[in-house]
């Protein structure tokens, strides 16, 4: 077989080589995706060995126990709280019911003359019907209160009169028998008054009669 040379001849040999550029073939074999790697694998679940049960019921166990001794002390903080509140007001309370200083009132003998009266009103009332044997001693007690401690008296009677106003139906008896009472006392004073005052004209009257006699006489 002929080639064209440089004359314009084709030799045979220009058949057997290889072109400059040779096409790209693929293998039919080959898989594009067998060459990719493939990724890692999901993790099977491992399922709980007894010791991880047995460190998960203590943790349960420690928080559970943890939380009642947090419950326990906040209630015990709080019973002390209550309890000291209840001891700084009972406190002060009874340091509100003692006369200022400047008063010049002394609890000690007020005390002991209120106890002596007391106990006088029970001796006069020994003998006389269980109602009056306990009302007169606590009302001689209560009336000597007033005459040797007027201060602590009043300042006892606010205290109780704040506590009666939390008690509607307490406090409006209260004020009915207190207002009955001091407008018998005012009565009773009035009258006595005016009893008081005929007596000393009566007196004045038949003073100056035995004086005019007397002097009639002479």
């Given at each position: 077989?002929?080639?064209?040379?440089?004359?314009?001849?084709?030799?045979?040999?220009?058949?057997?080589?290889?072109?400059?550029?040779?096409?790209?073939?693929?293998?039919?074999?080959?898989?594009?995706?067998?060459?990719?790697s493939s990724?890692?694998?999901?993790?099977?679940?491992?399922?709980?060995?007894?010791?991880?049960?047995?460190?998960?019921q203590?943790?349960?166990?420690?928080?559970?126990?943890?939380?009642?001794?947090?419950?326990?002390?906040?209630?015990?903080?709080?019973?002390?709280?209550?309890?000291?509140?209840i001891?700084?007001?009972?406190?002060?309370?009874?340091?509100?019911?003692?006369?200022?200083?400047?008063s010049?009132?002394?609890?000690?003998p007020?005390?002991?003359?209120?106890?002596?009266?007391?106990m006088?009103?029970?001796?006069?009332?020994?003998?006389r019907?269980?109602?009056?044997?306990?009302?007169?001693?606590?009302?001689?007690?209560?009336?000597?209160?007033?005459?040797?401690l007027?201060?602590?008296?009043?300042?006892?009677?606010?205290?109780?009169?704040?506590?009666?106003?939390?008690?509607?139906?307490?406090?409006?008896?209260?004020?009915?028998?207190?207002?009955?009472?001091?407008?018998?006392?005012?009565?009773?004073?009035?009258?006595?008054?005016?009893?008081?005052?005929?007596?000393?004209?009566?007196?004045?009257d038949?003073?100056?009669?035995?004086?005019?006699?007397?002097r009639?006489?002479?």
């Open positions: 077989m002929l080639c064209w040379n440089s004359i314009g001849v084709v030799s045979p040999q220009s058949f057997n080589k290889k072109p400059i550029y040779d096409d790209f073939r693929e293998n039919p074999t080959s898989n594009p995706t067998n060459s990719r990724g890692p694998e999901p993790a099977t679940p491992r399922r709980p060995t007894p010791t991880d049960r047995l460190a998960a203590i943790r349960v166990a420690r928080l559970s126990l943890h939380s009642q001794a947090a419950r326990a002390e906040d209630s015990f903080n709080g019973f002390m709280s209550r309890l000291l509140d001891e700084s007001n009972f406190t002060n309370t009874v340091a509100s019911l003692a006369p200022p200083k400047e010049g009132e002394k609890l000690l007020g005390v002991l003359y209120t106890l002596v009266s007391s006088a009103g029970s001796i006069v009332a020994r003998n019907n269980i109602l009056v044997r306990g009302i007169f001693p606590v009302a001689v007690g209560v009336g000597a209160g007033w005459v040797f007027p201060i602590t008296m009043r300042n006892v009677g606010d205290l109780v009169w704040r506590w009666e106003e939390k008690v509607p139906a307490i406090s409006e008896t209260h004020l009915r028998v207190r207002n009955s009472t001091e407008h018998a006392w005012h009565m009773t004073k009035t009258h006595w008054d005016l009893g008081v005052n005929r007596i000393s004209e009566f007196v004045s038949g003073r100056e009669k035995v004086q005019e006699w007397v009639k006489g002479k």
